[in-house]
């Protein structure tokens, strides 16, 4: 890693693991997996670059949306360009069992979305709000309201998502480039997700 992130004009960038107040060692074990999994990503990526003899550029960041005595969620946010002409850019986040280091299936627990294959879709009845939510993430962004097709892109591209502090759900959009920049994180609101919460299964990882 070290000698393609010093040889221009490749650049890596893997940014540290958030600080937690509880790291039971099945847990370490768990991010430390994640993280190898990033850098394996980075190199994939770098390997590519020199293979087509461009530029390549990966950058990976981890942030901690919650943490429970018994969960923890982070969110990664990546940029890469591994052919030297397209960046790609998302947001996806991981839930842990805080004793086992476990996946969590959020989707269990808060029913908002519906699964296909290996991905998952917010649900129908829920479109609306994510769209009042676009809307006020882009009041300043004309050229994003005014984007072709953004209702569709609601309905049907891939989402993860993670509870936060205040009893709300963060919506992270799986998006073509041409359209990531217009899909910063969505919103939905406690009261419209408290129907579809599981109260006894969030209760088991004390999530809101």
């Keep these: 890693m070290a000698s393609l992130a010093q040889a221009s004009p490749f650049y890596i ?53 919650i943490e429970t005595p018994k ?14 002409v397209h960046t790609s850019s998302y947001r996806y986040s991981i839930t842990l069992d805080m004793s086992s280091g476990r996946s969590i299936n959020l989707k269990d627990i808060y029913k908002i979305a519906t699964q296909q294959g290996d991905r998952i879709f917010l649900r129908a009845e829920l479109v609306n709000f994510a769209e009042e939510s676009y809307r006020q993430e882009n009041k300043s962004n004309g050229s994003c309201l005014d984007l072709s097709g953004w209702q569709s892109g609601i309905k049907n591209f891939p989402i993860s998502f993670s509870p936060q502090p205040d009893g709300s759900i963060a919506l992270y959009y ?15 609101s406690r009261r419209v997700v408290a129907p579809y919460r599981d109260a006894k299964r969030a209760s088991e990882y004390d999530l809101p």
């Design 13 to 65: 960038h893997i940014g540290p693991m958030p600080i937690l107040q509880r790291t039971p060692p099945a847990l370490l074990r768990a991010l430390g997996a994640q993280r190898i999994a990033v850098e394996r990503d980075a190199r994939e990526c770098m390997e590519k670059a020199q293979g087509m003899d461009v530029s390549g550029l990966y950058e990976t960041t981890f942030k901690k949306e």
């Design 71 to 84: 969960a923890i969620t982070i969110l990664l946010t990546r940029s890469m360009m591994c052919d030297g």
């Design 174 to 188: 799986s998006t073509p480039d041409v359209s990531a920049g217009c899909f910063p994180t969505l919103k939905i």
